[in-house]
């Protein structure tokens, strides 16, 4: 890939995992997570449904909390404070399975809200972000409709313009692309190559193991709440070494 | 950690921390989470404190034996002290009868109790159709619950015969040919009619021949002449046999074979008896015409629409007390000179139409939250406008909006108290206003109230509960 | 290739009528719009009939004749000399003004209960469902009566708030005593309240048989200026953070631009409130609210604010998850997921059964006659129908008046609704 050259991983550290353990209730959702992701790494989780991975992702912003251990994004600390909170979250863009795009505003004002009232950002320059945003996923002209009138994958990618108006450092996919209809699902993977042609810092849980191959740096497996194996993709699809992991992969790429 | 990794033995799941487990955890979730919680907490304690405290001396100091509301002071007194409050419940002993029967004779309670339950058996073909065990042990429990009440209310011998054979007879079929049973369900409105008014028997068997005189006139005219026109023709004849013919043949029968009850006028029925007459005709009739107003608003005909447009939207837009008025003062005017007609069977039929009305509109959500493809769908199959609505849209429309049915049928319920204000003896109103006029039980308002209420919230909340079981029952789609 | 084949012409025949897709719909009309005509004919025939055989013709001049009796509760001026008309806009007067608190109580207890019973605490989680569930089931009319019989019959008497010479020397305590600071009096005669006075008023002026009342108007109009330059600086704020991404704090400047001017008005007019006191054996002072009036408000409100519950809490539930959880990751704070995301969808799915409960509860006002409470139904459809005799008239002219305010307030419904309805493919 000719842009590869910019996919360039670094040393610093974006996100660190350790030891960290969730439970619901008396169930062991997350167990003894450790997990350190560079600045620029692309990190595809795979694994069976129910095997926490979507879980997993939601700690890293705090949509869910942890028990035991620790995560530190970006060098801060995520505990029950809510300064850190909000520092994470305002750095950390994710796009959901199911867009979650507000039907009340139109795509505009989707984008523009974050940033006005979190960033403080005035509405003009707002904007002009937004645009240029909704340019980079190529859907300008739906600016000013709601989001009911688009098509899934145009939601999807208003919903991946909206955290990146937010100008995070961090993006993370819950499997973006498992509402979609198939001939949609290309057209969001575009848009998540070019942003991981960028040197956006991504981990997305998905399926698509052609974007795995594509993109990935290392692709991470999960199993019962724990991560059976990670590896570069190469390696990880061609010679896995997990019974488990052979087996799932089986399954995903056995037609 | 190695950015190579694989795992080679899994790890099992452990148990929470102590602190995110057991009762401890749900007390700081569920009670103490934040200071705002702390407080709400507090709060409920308190309100929870006040409503005990101030209550429960009542509750225990009840007393089930006295003749008036001093004598249960007297006692109260004597067993609690000076001051004490308790509750008195010998009222309720004393006055139950009016509150469940009105002033129906107590020698013939027997009626209205054999009519209440046989309506569970003849709902059963219709709720538990094709499932045979639940059918008879539906029919099991009617059977108990109605020897131990007609036990209670001592109900005489031939009583008890009349009603073993029928449930012999009943189960005996359940078992065999459980789809003929839908039959009695047919007959039932008149056989209920006759428990309850009394009279020859020759009526409601008259008054349903006229169904058959429609059938057989349906059946001889629909090869000549189409089957609308036939429909139409034996609605004429029908009510033509209900206008001219009907008294002539009950008189001559009854004078050929006189057999009958002995009859109970409007004016003697009232409490939960009332309630439940009402309520239940009412919900029964008002269901079927609620559906042909939704789908007449829903009809691309213009004319039908309008109309029934301006029905619904009149009937909900005036309050019930107006329509029940209309029935006991206006409906003089709007008949025929010298009709005169049972005032409760002129509540009935107002009453019917205001929860059509109501209806109308929860079916009419039904039908429009169903997706397009339905409609479209019925006709490629090449159903008629009837079939398709009978076969595809209703039951798909009814279903989604069982909630909202269920919840106009406990409205309809809770309104029949409303019934007193044209004279008739509810319950709530007219029942309790006689107890409280009392001179032995003057002063008393708590317990008839209190009584009164908790029968009405059984049977709302028994529905409520109901029909959420049965929307979770029937959902079949995968969401 | 055109190949068009023509419909076959056949020639008109009769069952064409009932069994071609192009006349059925016609055919099926013209026999329904003929049966409706011959049922209304006979309905008119029918009342024309017995309009004479009971001697009696249709004509609303009635209304126009003195009432002669008299009316508790009045806020249009009344007396037993006006006219049946005079006495049905008094009645109608208190349907709208038992309507109008019980709306505002309602909706209040309603949301307040609705938000409880989503909240974490499970107490009163628990606790608000006993609420909605026991009034949701039991009959309006029985909490109308429950109350007003509380009310009429268990509270003290005047004289028990008495506390005599004897009494005091033996440092005995009144049998009775009153709420709120000495203020409230709960008696079997009415609720005493203390009555807002002004010692400089403005008076008032008489307009064509109406009397506008100048302290009151001076009030709402300064009410109204404050409310208009409260929504200036929200918009001037929103500019400012349009502008330059800071929003200036508003909520001092509110609350003083709301209150200040108000309470200014008040004290430059003398305002103060006239407690009622006991003189004698009776109270004296301060306003008197009749029980049944009392009773219709507190009931209708308790009973309504159940629905209203539930219709707050399944319009929050019905608003996904997914809204606020794609809020916080925006890293909006939960105070601002609310006000921005959560609300003004929920309000979209709340107000119009919100609307549909306060047209009941219009309704259910008729059932003060329960407790004597003079309403339309009371005046119009009770005293004036027996007094004249004329059931057809007055009845048909209170299904009127209630078909009005009802049609008016599902036409503001539709219209809400229009406005706000999500766009959609």
């Keep these: 890939m000719a842009e590869a050259s910019k996919m360039q991983v670094t040393d610093e550290v974006a996100i660190q995992i350790a030891g960290m353990n969730k439970w619901y209730g008396q169930f062991h959702v997350l167990r003894d997570i450790n997990m350190t992701v560079q600045r620029g790494e692309r990190i ?212 | 950690m190695d950015q190579h990794f694989a795992r080679t033995d899994m790890l099992p799941p452990q148990a929470p921390p102590i602190t995110e487990r057991g009762a401890v955890k749900w007390l700081r979730e569920n009670l103490f989470s934040t200071p705002f919680n702390i407080a709400l907490t507090v709060f409920g304690a308190a309100v929870i404190y006040y409503l005990v405290s101030s209550s429960l001396p009542w509750w225990l100091n009840s007393v089930w034996n006295a003749n008036s509301l001093g004598e249960c002071r007297d006692i109260v007194t004597a067993s609690a002290g000076e001051g004490a409050t308790g509750a008195c419940w010998a009222m309720i002993r004393q006055w139950w009868g009016a509150f469940i029967f009105g002033f129906y004779p107590p020698d013939l309670w027997w009626r209205p109790i054999i009519a209440f339950g046989l309506l569970f058996a003849a709902l059963s073909p219709v709720l538990f159709s094709g499932q045979k065990r639940k059918l008879t042990a539906l029919l099991a429990v009617v059977a108990a619950f109605l020897l131990l009440t007609l036990y209670l209310t001592s109900a005489p011998m031939p009583a008890f015969i009349l009603l073993m054979v029928f449930i012999a007879g009943f189960a005996a079929v359940a078992q065999v040919q459980p789809g003929k049973l839908i039959w009695f369900t047919l007959i039932y409105p008149a056989l209920c009619f006759w428990l309850l008014w009394g009279g020859s028997i020759w009526t409601p068997i008259v008054a349903m021949a006229g169904f058959g005189v429609l059938y057989v006139v349906f059946r001889l005219a629909s090869p000549l002449i189409g089957l609308s026109p036939a429909a139409g023709a034996g609605v004429l004849a029908a009510v033509l046999w209900w206008l001219y013919l009907e008294a002539p043949v009950v008189s001559a029968l009854q004078s050929v074979l006189p057999f009958g009850l002995q009859s109970i006028n409007s004016d003697q029925f009232g409490g939960f008896l009332l309630a439940i007459v009402i309520g239940v005709t009412g919900i029964s009739f008002s269901l079927p015409i609620g559906v042909l107003l939704a789908l007449g608003r829903q009809s691309d005909m213009l004319i039908v629409k309008t109309l029934s447009v301006g029905f619904i939207e009149f009937v909900r837009g005036v309050p019930l007390i107006t329509l029940l008025f209309t029935a006991s003062l206006l409906l003089q005017y709007f008949l025929p000179p010298g009709t005169n007609f049972d005032i409760i069977l002129r509540v009935i039929i107002l009453v019917t139409f205001f929860a059509a009305a109501y209806l109308a509109e929860v079916i009419r959500g039904g039908l429009a939250a169903l997706p397009r493809g339905q409609y479209e769908a019925a006709d490629a199959l090449g159903l008629d406008y009837w079939r398709a609505q009978r076969l595809i849209i209703l039951p798909q429309a009814l279903k989604i909006s069982i909630p909202a049915i269920v919840s106009t049928f406990i409205g309809l319920f809770k309104d029949t108290t409303l019934v007193s204000f044209v004279g008739l003896m509810d319950p709530l109103r007219g029942v309790t206003q006689i107890v409280r006029a009392d001179i032995n039980w003057k002063g008393i308002y708590w317990e008839p109230y209190i009584f009164v209420g908790a029968i009405f919230f059984l049977i709302c909340f028994g529905m409520s509960r109901y029909s959420m079981y049965l929307e979770q029952k029937l959902k079949t789609d995968h969401r | 290739m055109a190949m068009a084949t023509d419909v076959p012409k056949d020639g008109f025949r ?355 006659i329960a407790v004597s409470y003079l309403d339309l139904r009371g005046t119009l459809g009770g005293i004036t129908l027996n007094q004249t005799g004329r059931e057809l008239e007055c009845m048909l002219l209170m299904m009127l008046i209630y078909l009005s305010i009802s049609l008016s307030i599902s036409a503001v419904m539709n219209m809400y609704n229009s406005s706000v309805q999500l766009k959609a493919r």
């Excluded at chain 3, 009645?91 to 207890?109: D, E, K, Q, S, Y």
């Design chain 1, 44 to 255: 595809v989780i795979c694994g069976p449904s129910g095997s926490g991975k979507s879980t997993l992702i939601r700690c890293i912003n705090r949509l869910e909390e942890h028990q035991q251990g620790q995560i530190v994004v970006d060098g801060t600390e995520l505990t029950n404070d809510l300064k850190n909170i909000d520092k994470v979250r305002s750095e950390v863009g994710m796009v959901f399975q199911h867009f979650n795009l507000f039907p009340h505003l139109t795509i505009l004002e989707n984008l523009t809200l974050a940033p006005i009232w979190v960033r403080k950002v005035p509405k003009r320059e707002a904007e002009e972000t937004a645009m240029y945003f909704l340019q980079k996923v190529k859907i300008p002209e739906q600016a000013h409709k709601y989001p009911g009138q688009l098509s899934g994958g145009q939601q999807q990618r208003v919903a991946i313009a909206r955290s990146l108006c937010m100008k995070p450092r961090i993006m993370l996919f819950d499997e973006p692309t498992s509402a979609l209809d198939p001939e949609m699902i290309k057209e969001v993977l575009d848009t998540m190559i070019q942003l991981a042609q960028e040197g956006m810092t991504m981990i997305c849980v998905t399926h698509e193991m052609g974007f795995a191959q594509a993109v990935a740096n290392r692709v991470i497996f999960m199993d019962q709440g724990q991560i059976v194996e990670q590896n570069e993709p190469k390696e990880f699809f061609n010679n896995p070494k997990s019974e488990r992991t052979k087996l799932f992969l089986s399954q995903i790429l056995g037609h």
């Design chain 3, 14 to 368: 009769l069952s064409m009528l009932v069994y071609d897709t192009r006349y059925r719909s016609y055919t099926i009309q013209i026999v329904v719009l003929v049966l409706f005509a011959m049922a209304v004919a006979w309905l008119l025939n029918n009342t024309v009939q017995n309009l004479e055989a009971r001697g009696k013709e249709f004509n609303f001049g009635f209304l126009w004749q003195r009432a002669g009796y008299d009316i508790g509760q009045q806020l249009v001026p009344y007396t037993n000399d006006d006219n049946h008309f005079r006495a049905l806009l008094v009645g109608l007067a208190n349907t709208l003004v038992v309507a109008f608190f019980g709306c505002i109580f309602a909706t209040v207890l309603g949301v307040v209960v609705g938000v409880l019973r989503l909240s974490s605490n499970w107490l009163v989680g628990r606790l608000m469902t006993v609420y909605v569930e026991i009034f949701r089931n039991v009959p309006l009319l029985l909490w109308i009566l429950l109350t007003y019989v509380i009310l009429s019959e268990i509270t003290p008497q005047p004289r028990d708030f008495r506390l005599t010479d004897e009494m005091a020397a033996a440092g005995e305590a009144p049998a009775a005593s009153m709420m709120f600071f000495d203020s409230v009096a709960v008696t079997n005669r009415g609720t005493n309240i203390p009555a807002p006075l002004f010692e400089r008023g403005l008076g008032s002026v008489e307009l064509g048989g109406l009397s506008l009342n100048l302290t009151f108007l001076a009030i709402v109009a300064v009410v109204a200026g404050s409310v208009f330059v409260n929504r200036r600086i929200l918009a001037s704020a929103r500019a400012m953070q349009e502008a330059t991404g800071d929003r200036p704090a508003t909520w001092w400047k509110s609350l003083l631009v709301l209150f200040a001017p108000v309470l200014v008005l008040l004290v430059a007019m003398g305002f103060h409130l006239e407690v009622p006191t006991l003189q004698g054996f009776n109270f004296q002072g301060g306003m008197l609210v009749a029980h049944p009036f009392t009773a219709m408000v507190v009931a209708l409100s308790l009973y309504t604010a159940a629905f209203i519950a539930e219709i707050v809490r399944a319009g929050i539930q019905a608003i996904s998850r997914g809204q606020s959880e794609a809020a916080f990751a925006l890293g909006l704070r939960p105070g601002r997921t609310m006000n921005l995301i959560i609300l003004p969808q929920a309000l979209r799915v709340i107000i119009p059964p919100l609307i549909s409960q306060y047209l009941n509860l219009t309704k259910n006002t008729s059932l003060g």
